[in-house]
């Protein structure tokens, strides 16, 4: 698969190891990103024009790119299909909302429902690159990213709001569609096994692709075929606890990305530096971690408890704080 938290929904759907559709940070970790860039911008044109276009905030819109993702079919039939199951897509559940992602996911897929995988449901590509933990830098060229990639889609949606016209391979309709996945990958950027990937071989020792063919054959995507104890470890990743996320929505969140520092240079370069930082925090997610052999399809994972746990949660923290700074940072310089 690729391949943060309740709000930033997982990559699991992409490898249909689940039926639902997975949320990168689960719903609490987009809608915490998105609640953080709402305090950053309130009061300013940007968040006059973000509301007018949107027809809601940025917290709200968070969670409509993994919403659309229960949208299922094949051969140019699709249809809403998990109305009622997710609470956080309750807002969606209209038939104006369910027509504009159904049309959404018509226009980027073949066929989408269990184990369609990335090339026939291709927007569940969009949320994420598994670039080695090892490399410094994240390339679109570089063994699991790619022209389809997270980094990629971000690019997409900047060039649909600057009113160009994306890559052949993204098919963005509107400004509103753009601002919506925006919001989303923004935070998706900022979850560390959304574009660092460990990966392993069958002894479960850790090694470094050279090439797309060899990152292929030892991949887990994104952590989803890692086990810890019974939870997936991209799940793990993907979970906010409330605490958590009740604090940063409270204004800890936005005080904080008052200290991340600004982005420089062409906004045009923004997405690849910001995948470039996440890419060199990804390796303390692993840190810690001890790998099992391969068996069954899965690698087992243990780790030193509560310091694990410790460690992942501050990281949480600083990730979606720089997600809702650069998310702000970017729409003001989109949306003056």
């Given amino acids: 698969m690729p391949k943060l938290p309740a709000l930033l929904l997982g990559a699991c759907a992409s490898i249909g190891l689940l039926t639902a559709p997975a949320l990168a940070w689960g719903p609490q970790g987009h809608l915490t990103s998105g609640g953080i860039a709402d305090q950053l911008i309130a009061g300013t044109p940007t968040a006059k024009k973000v509301r007018a276009l949107l027809g809601s905030n ?42 504009a992602m159904v049309a959404f996911v018509q226009r980027n897929a073949s066929y989408c429902g269990y184990m369609a995988g990335e090339k026939r449901c291709r927007h569940t590509g969009w949320h994420f690159t598994d670039v080695p933990i090892q490399r410094q830098a994240y390339a679109v060229d570089l063994p699991g990213a790619g022209p389809d990639d997270l980094v990629q889609a971000i690019s997409a949606c900047i060039t649909v709001l600057q009113g160009g016209k994306p890559p052949a391979s993204f098919h963005i309709v509107g400004k509103k569609e753009a601002l919506r996945l925006l919001v989303h990958f923004m935070g998706d950027l900022h979850q560390p096994l959304h574009v660092g990937s460990v990966y392993l071989d069958d002894q479960g ?89 391969r068996s069954a399809g899965v690698w087992h994972a243990t780790a030193s408890e509560p310091a694990y746990r410790q460690a992942r949660e501050n990281l949480q923290r600083a990730q979606l704080a720089k997600a809702g700074a650069r998310l702000a940072q970017l729409l003001t310089t989109l949306m003056p």
């Fill in 58 to 99: 940025l917290q709200t819109a968070s969670v409509w790119a993994d919403c659309a993702r229960a949208v299922e079919g094949k051969a140019g039939t699709f249809a809403y299909a998990k109305a009622g199951q997710y609470k956080d897509c309750a807002y969606y559940e209209n038939k104006a909302s369910q027509a």
């Fill in 205 to 293: 020792r850790p090694l470094d692709p050279a090439t797309e063919q060899e990152a292929h054959a030892h991949k887990n995507s994104g952590g989803n075929t890692i086990l810890l104890k019974t939870a997936r470890l991209h799940a793990v990743w993907d979970d906010l606890p409330g605490k958590l996320a009740t604090s940063l929505l409270a204004g800890a969140g936005a005080t904080e990305a008052r200290q991340v520092p600004l982005s420089s240079g062409p906004v045009e370069r923004w997405p690849v530096l910001w995948a470039s930082d996440t890419l060199r925090v990804a390796p303390q997610a692993f840190q810690g971690l001890q790998f099992s052999a």
